[in-house]
T-cell receptor
Framework: GAVVSQHPSWVICKSGTSVKIECRSL??????MFWYRQFPKQSLMLMAT?????????EQGVEKDKFLINHASLTLSTLTVTSAHPEDSSFYIC????????????FGPGTRLTVL | QKEVEQNSGPLSVPEGAIASLNCTYS??????FFWYRQYSGKSPELIMF????GDKEDGRFTAQLNKASQYVSLLIRDSQPSDSATYLC??????????FGSGTRLQVQP
């Protein structure tokens, strides 16, 4: 299957700092990528849809100025958590659609963010 | 009504048994479905894609789709403790974000 990578796999930062998470489709081009957040023992929650070359579409309740998404190329989307606070500590997961006849979505391995 | 409904479980089966996971959906227009497996602390991984009525087999996994009754199921034969995870079903939404059910937590007892 297709491969999606994320970097870093985990990050610890101080409150008030910004953290950038990268999501890459390694062997296919993805015009659309998705960012999810998952808290312990809860379901995946969609944060935003990232479209190459255009602005991201954010889900209701997700602050676009806090979670900056940039989809600069067909293989890379980045999520920047600005002025992170302890409540932003979570598991952030991206996915990308292959764009073939099945439009299968593959998930990255996730990034565990801990804000102290 | 939720778009996708799954029994959250846990579903507990003994090692070697068949685990049966079910998913019902509300949108009659849904044509194909994904099954993902998510281990605790990990991201979801794709285990099956089904688009036709009937069965699709891949190793120990068999997905079943019944569009008339609007359900899709996943059978795991010869269940192993390593199959213990949460199983998520989702209708194929093209290039829109997936809508998952709550997932069914499977526990395979050694």
């Amino acid at each position: 299957g297709a491969v999606v990578s994320q970097h870093p796999s985990w990050v610890i930062c101080k409150s008030g700092t910004s953290v950038k998470i990268e999501c890459r489709s390694l062997d296919f081009q993805a015009t659309t990528m998705f960012w999810y957040r998952q808290f312990p023992k809860q379901s995946l929650m969609l944060m935003a849809t990232s479209n190459e070359g255009s602005k991201a579409t954010y889900e209701q309740g997700v602050e676009k100025d806090k979670f900056l998404i940039n989809h600069a190329s067909l293989t890379l989307s980045t999520l920047t958590v600005t002025s992170a606070h302890p409540e932003d500590s979570s598991f952030y997961i991206c996915s990308a659609a292959t764009g073939d006849s099945t439009d299968t979505q593959y998930f990255g391995p996730g990034t565990r963010l801990t804000v102290l | 009504q939720k778009e996708v409904e799954q029994n959250s479980g846990p579903l507990s089966v003994p090692e070697g048994a068949i685990a049966s996971l079910n998913c019902t959906y509300s949108d009659r227009g849904s044509q194909s479905f994904f099954w993902y497996r998510q281990y605790s602390g990990k991201s979801p991984e794709l285990i099956m894609f089904i688009y036709s009525n009937g069965d699709k087999e891949d190793g120990r996994f068999t997905a079943q789709l019944n569009k008339a009754s609007q359900y899709v199921s996943l059978l795991i034969r010869d269940s192993q403790p390593s199959d213990s995870a949460t199983y998520l079903c989702a209708p194929n939404t093209g290039r829109r974000a997936l809508t998952f059910g709550s997932g069914t937590r499977l526990q395979v007892q050694p």
